[in-house]
């Protein structure tokens, strides 16, 4: 079987519009949370990350648009066009689009919403794009809770290996809303402070909007300097509560375990860990787990969800983009927010931006239902 | 008190969707999640909300909710006592 | 290797019946989802309280793997599903909710793959999840992604189809790809049985 890589790729995302604007600002330990009063998502202040409206039109009308889209098809719009062209492919019957996303298009359930409700349809957000681009072949939007992101990279990987694409883009993006910032409210989750995965001060999660892709190939020549190859994937159900994570990690131990089994490595050989850490109670506890089950409560870990919040069906993608940019730059990044471990296990956590020499690491992401991702990435360099 | 207490069980029963239990089934003091009724952490946050919508009574900290909603005594007098 | 594939049973639920392997199970003159549903869990003597918790479109997936899945014993099952209105039955329920007292139970179910959890507790399965959005049937793509399953040996069995709920319209089709089976599994089988229980 051809080996599969992860190549060029866009974070949309309020540091800016390119995965470098992001890069730089994480490797400074910099948070894009900001504290926001907007009583139309929820009455009390709440910290989010999102790129203004004003910017995201601005970028968007480049593209030239000849009609109107939703702010969640201009975000996945700009990402994808960055990544499009700059991957330089021509948009055959063999090349794929596959969205991640939640909720899509959620937001036109609003009253105010000038459009139609139709557009609430996952697979019309699914056309929308794909006729924007012209892609031959239709839209597969997957939406699978909060492992969309990181699953939608093993999907990439799997139609390429049963030959059904040589090339699939995969962009993941959901909205700030009131829909999701009520639901969560309701579940006690939200964090009224900035985030603090796996410290014992941790309170709940912020929600934040980004859209980000990736070029997900077999073409040893369509590489970029921070390209990875997909070494292993896998996807668990804890197959015991549809929202409370699982007290013996269950689901989560399992993927990591049978992702490793696809690949020559040992954990031992796994140079850093991308974890999940919405830091909610349950959710940072159930990883600290299935981490020290796995064996991997040494090899360094954060959580990127204190420099964006947990931005739902992008957030698996968005972090195994940064993941890639990591390997590259040799350079762990910190787990932003964390001071004191409050987790019952053991947990090597990033506490300052620190160079080390990096070849692989492990994405992992767990959602409601019940669902766990976990998948392994080498670096590789280009053209070789 | 046992009007309320009635009132409780029948509210558990329908906002929880517990379709296999009736109101005489709920004894007074039997506890509500774990062995007895085998309620889960949802069935307490829409506890929480019920507190909140029928009777205006906002939990500060969630985790107050484990000792109130033990059983169906404990969740009358604390209502019976914060009741606006 | 396509052809080395097998459809080894599957299911209907349509206009308050369900079918097994094309025969009539269960059906009833209701009024609305929720009581075929009710009386099917009774006809069936399910004895899963959980089951009246769930939204309606976990209830349909759940009521129509159960027949595929009751006497399973590959538990390496992954579980594979499409449809089209994703959960925006439930999802309008929590919009009309949630400037009041929007309610934990139903916002769980905002996520069109709870359905699967629900499957994967009910049968203990820790497998392979995955729950695509289509305009419509879409035999290819889910013959390819269950092939992939199979071929890297992720899942022994594959549980795929397409479960829709909206405005009380439902529309289930299950089936269990396998190594073995009456039915090959091929887009023109898949085809046929979608659209005749």
Redesign the interface.
């Known amino acids: 079987m051809d080996k599969v890589f992860l190549s060029y790729n866009n974070i949309v995302s309020a540091y800016g519009f390119d995965s470098l604007s992001a890069i730089s600002q994480i490797e400074n330990e910099v948070s894009s949370l900001k504290r926001t009063e907007d009583e139309r998502i929820l009455s009390d202040p709440f910290y989010t990350s999102r790129p203004t409206d004003t910017i995201v039109s601005e970028a968007f009308e480049l593209l030239q648009p000849t009609k109107k889209y939703t702010r969640l098809e201009k975000l996945l719009a700009i990402s994808l066009a960055s990544t499009i062209r700059q991957s330089n492919i021509a948009l055959t019957n063999r090349v794929g689009l596959i969205i991640s996303t939640?909720?899509?298009n959620?937001d036109v359930?609003?009253r105010a919403n000038p459009f139609p409700e139709e557009r609430?349809?996952?697979?019309?957000l699914?056309?929308q794009i794909k006729s924007f681009f012209q892609f031959e072949n239709?839209a597969?939007?997957?939406?699978?809770?909060c492992v969309s992101g990181v699953?939608a990279v093993a999907?990439a990987k799997?139609?390429i290996?049963?030959g059904?694409y040589d090339h699939v883009f995969v962009a993941g993006g959901d909205l700030v809303t009131?829909?999701i910032l009520?639901?969560?409210?309701?579940?006690q989750a939200l964090s009224k402070e900035p985030c603090r995965p796996y410290c014992k001060t941790r309170s709940g999660i912020n929600i934040g909007e980004v859209a980000a892709s990736v070029l997900v190939t077999n073409d040893p020549n369509k590489l970029t300097k921070e390209s990875v190859e997909v070494l292993g994937e896998?996807?668990?159900?804890?197959?015991?509560?549809?929202?409370g994570p699982s007290r013996t990690g269950?689901?989560l131990h399992?993927s990591i375990q049978?992702a490793m089994a696809q690949t020559k490595l040992s954990a031992s050989e796994i140079d850093y860990v991308s974890g999940h850490g919405t830091a909610t109670q349950f959710n940072d506890e159930m990883e600290a787990i299935a981490f020290n089950r796995s064996g991997l409560q040494d090899t360094p870990m954060n959580s990127l969800k204190g420099y964006f919040g947990h931005t739902l069906g992008a957030s698996g993608l968005l972090e195994t983009i940064i993941g890639m940019h990591s390997l590259h730059r040799n350079t762990l990044f910190t787990n932003l927010g964390f001071q004191e471990l409050g987790v019952s296990e053991p947990l090597n956590i990033i506490q300052r931006t620190t160079s080390e020499k990096l070849s692989t690491f492990l994405k992992t992401a767990s959602?409601?239902?019940?669902?766990n991702t976990a998948a392994l990435f080498k670096k590789v360099t280009a053209n070789g | 008190m046992s009007d309320l207490k009635q009132e409780l069980k029948e509210k558990i029963i329908e906002q929880?969707?517990?379709?296999?239990?009736s109101v005489a089934e709920i004894g007074d003091t039997d506890q509500l999640f774990g062995e007895g009724l085998?309620l889960d952490s949802?069935?307490a946050?829409?506890l929480i909300?019920m507190l909140?919508?029928d009777y205006g009574i906002k939990l500060a900290d969630p985790k107050e909710g484990r000792k109130i909603f033990e059983s169906v005594d404990t969740m009358a007098t604390y209502i019976e006592a914060n009741r606006a | 290797m396509a052809n080395d594939y097998f459809i080894q049973a599957y299911s209907h639920i349509r206009n308050n019946q369900i079918w097994h392997n094309g025969e009539s199970i269960f059906t009833a003159d209701s009024a609305d989802f929720s009581s075929f549903m009710?009386a099917a869990y009774k006809h069936f003597a399910l004895d899963y309280?959980k089951?009246?918790?769930m939204d309606s479109l976990s209830k349909l997936a759940f009521m129509a793997s159960n027949p595929l899945l009751n006497d399973e014993p590959e538990k390496n099952t992954a579980?594979v599903m499409t449809n089209?209105?994703?959960s925006?039955d439930t999802?309008?329920k929590?919009?009309t909710t949630?400037?009041?007292?929007?309610?934990?139970?139903v916002?769980?179910y905002?996520?069109?793959?709870?359905c699967?959890?629900?499957i994967?507790?009910k049968?203990?399965?820790?497998?392979?999840?995955?729950?695509?959005?289509?305009?419509s049937f879409?035999p290819s793509?889910l013959h390819?992604?269950a092939?992939?399953?199979l071929?890297?040996k992720?899942a022994e069995k594959v549980l795929c189809g397409w479960v829709d709920f909206e405005h009380q319209k439902h529309d289930a089709f299950l089936y269990i790809v396998s190594k073995s089976g009456t039915f090959e599994h091929s887009l023109e089988t898949l085809n046929r049985l979608y659209q005749t229980p």
């Open positions: 939640t909720k899509g959620i359930l609003e609430a349809y996952l697979s019309e699914g056309t239709d597969v939007v997957l939406s699978n809770a699953l999907v799997r139609f290996d049963q059904r009131k829909f009520s639901g969560f409210n309701a579940f896998a996807s668990c159900n804890d197959a015991n509560h549809i929202s269950e689901g399992r049978l959602g409601f239902g019940g669902c | 929880l969707n517990l379709e296999d239990v085998g949802i069935d946050l829409e909300v909140d919508k | 009710k309280g089951f009246f918790k579980l089209k209105a994703g925006l999802d309008r929590h919009q949630m400037n009041d007292y929007p309610s934990p139970a916002f769980v905002t996520l069109p793959n709870i699967l959890g629900e994967s507790i049968h203990q399965l820790y497998s392979e999840n995955a729950f695509f959005v289509f305009d879409n793509t390819d992604y092939n992939a399953l071929d890297s992720k």
